[in-house]
Every structure is written in C-alpha cells, then in structure tokens.
C-alpha cells in the first residue's frame, strides 16, 4: 500500500484491505499491515480507532521495507 492509499484510507476510515491476505509469524497481514486482532475489531472500530491502526499499519509498512 502506497503513503497516498493510507492517507486516502485515514481520511475515509476506509477498510485499509488490499485482497492480499496472509499472516506472517506475528499475525501482520502482510497487505495491509493490520495485526490480526486489528482486523477482527475493525467493523466495530471508532473513527478515531480506525486512524490509530492505519497509523500503525503505516509504520509496521515502514519497518517491514528498512534495509
């Protein structure tokens, strides 16, 4: 997910899934970056809740491409 789809998704609280599920060994989604529990709670999810995963989800994106 590129910087502009996670600004676009923090503006609409939007589902941040991009259809390329898979859990890694700590339960990320390696599409969408969403912890799993994340996932499952995210229906349910404030606003505001919504905003503090996708900001989550932007530096687990980060991290998970540092050389």
């Known amino acids: ?8 998704a923090s ?3 939007g589902s941040p899934c991009i259809r390329n599920c898979c859990l890694d060994e700590n339960d990320i989604c390696m ?7 994340e ?12 905003n503090e995963i996708l900001a989550l ?3 687990r994106q980060q991290q998970r491409y540092l050389p």
């Open 11 to 13: 503006v609409e609280t």
């Open 39 to 50: 996932i499952l709670i995210w229906h349910k999810a404030t606003d505001n809740k919504k």
């Open 57 to 59: 989800c932007q530096r």
């Open 1 to 8: 997910m590129t910087k502009s789809e996670f600004n676009s």
């Open 31 to 37: 599409g969408c970056h969403r912890s799993l529990e």
